[in-house]
């Protein structure tokens, strides 16, 4: 899907398994229980993007604007993150499993009572991210 307006649409609980998104504006869609896993959203405007219980397992957000967005209590496995901004997201008590933050702005973003590896914690910790009541595993 190339550079199309998706503002508003629900993909609640929608298998989107391998999709890739470039440059669309998704500002307010709905991936609630979606399957994602594998997506690549590429240059996409993501605000108000709600996530609960999606899959984003080995999903890639290249050069998106995730700012202010909940990954509260998400399992996020092999979930990529390249050049993007996650400033103000919430990732409170999310599992983060060979997640990566390649060039990515965290600044702000809140990882309180999140679970993670040491490498990983070290990272964003460099980033100014909040990082209160971490596990480290």
């Known amino acids: 899907v190339k550079g199309s307006d998706l503002r ?20 307010d869609v709905k991936f609630d229980g979606a399957n994602l896993t594998g997506a690549q ?4 405007a993501l605000k108000g993007v709600t996530l609960a219980g999606a899959d984003l397992t080995d999903s890639v957000f290249i050069g998106c604007d ?21 400033r103000n997201a919430i990732f409170k008590d999310a599992v983060l499993d060979e997640v990566s933050f390649y060039h990515t702005d965290a600044k702000k973003a809140n ?5 993670m590896d040491k490498i990983t914690f070290a990272l964003l910790q460099s980033m100014r991210a909040k990082l209160d009541n971490v596990n480290i595993k």
């Open 66 to 86: 995730l700012d202010g967005l909940s990954f509260a209590g998400m399992h996020l496995q092999g979930t990529e993150f390249k050049a993007s901004s996650i």
């Open 41 to 44: 959203l590429k240059g996409c």
């Open 111 to 115: 990882f309180d009572g999140a679970t």
């Open 8 to 27: 508003g649409v629900n993909f609640n609980g929608t298998d989107l398994s391998g999709t890739r998104f470039i440059g669309c504006d998704m500002t």
